[in-house]
């Protein structure tokens, strides 16, 4: 069974830095592209960015709102991806999900998601 | 503002049948980038409804269909049920922007 799960959310001052886990299992980490989408409280869906699998180059591909500022990573060997954010802003706060990416051709859609981890920025 | 124009609410009585709108332009849907349509219940993460325009994953039921047409795509919701009653999200990409990019979300409301 394909299982995506956040951690690494709470409480944080604006321009302190954060980082979320999302740790998987259920299938080959390292074959598929890792995306983090956010959801504002009674907001719609943000796609935030994505890591693609290594046979895909690796390569990184982020939201204008958090280019600079928000980093993805992943560890294959572990199962994990990362967010790394840094200068929170108070319109930071938001759900974060991850999700397991489907790549193809030049798109992407998301068949597995996590469950969420709530990033709240407030001083 | 989205660059993927849904309504922002639909509605209909329980066995009825709604459609969804996502209206994008020709640097995303009219460029032929897929749209994908998710399902989102209250309180729940999302889940994946129909990928590639009208491709429904395993699981899904066949009362929920997608097609594509120029710059825009739909989602039809045959025999509505009261559990579908939820938000939906159309995505696709921009090449314009070089992003994934969402809908601004339908709320559905089962009468």
């Known amino acids: 069974e394909v299982q995506l799960v956040e951690s690494g959310g709470g409480l944080v001052q604006p321009g302190r830095s954060l980082r979320l886990s999302c740790t998987a299992s259920?299938?080959?980490?390292?074959?598929?592209?890792l995306t983090w989408v956010r959801q504002a409280p009674g907001k719609g869906l943000e796609w935030v960015g994505l890591?693609?699998?290594?046979?895909?180059?690796?390569?990184?591909e982020s939201a204008a709102s958090v280019e600079g500022r928000f980093t993805i990573s992943r560890d294959d060997s572990k199962g994990i991806a990362y967010l790394q954010m840094n200068s929170l802003k108070t319109e930071d706060t938001a759900v974060y999900y991850c999700?397991?990416?489907?790549?193809?051709?030049?798109?992407?859609?998301?068949?597995?998601w996590g469950q969420g981890t709530l990033v709240t920025v407030s001083s | 503002q989205s660059v993927l124009t849904q309504p922002p609410s639909v509605s209909g009585a329980p066995g009825q049948r709604v459609t969804i709108s996502c209206t994008g332009s020709?640097?995303?849907?009219?460029?032929?980038?897929?749209v994908n349509w998710y399902q989102q219940l209250p309180g729940t993460a999302p889940k994946l409804l129909i990928y590639?325009?009208?491709n429904r994953p395993s699981g899904v039921p066949d009362r929920f269909s997608g097609s594509k047409s120029g710059t825009s795509a739909s989602l039809a919701i045959t025999g509505l049920q009261a559990d579908d009653e939820a938000d939906y999200y159309c995505q696709s990409y921009d090449s314009s922007l070089s992003l994934v990019m969402f809908g601004g979300g339908t709320k559905l409301t089962v009468l």
């Open positions: 890591i693609k699998s290594r046979p895909f180059g690796g390569t990184r």
């Open positions: 259920g299938f080959i980490f390292g074959d598929y592209a």
């Open positions: 590639g325009n009208s």
């Open positions: 020709s640097s995303n849907i009219g460029a032929g980038y897929d």
């Open positions: 999700s397991r990416t489907v790549v193809v051709g030049a798109t992407y859609y998301f068949d597995y």
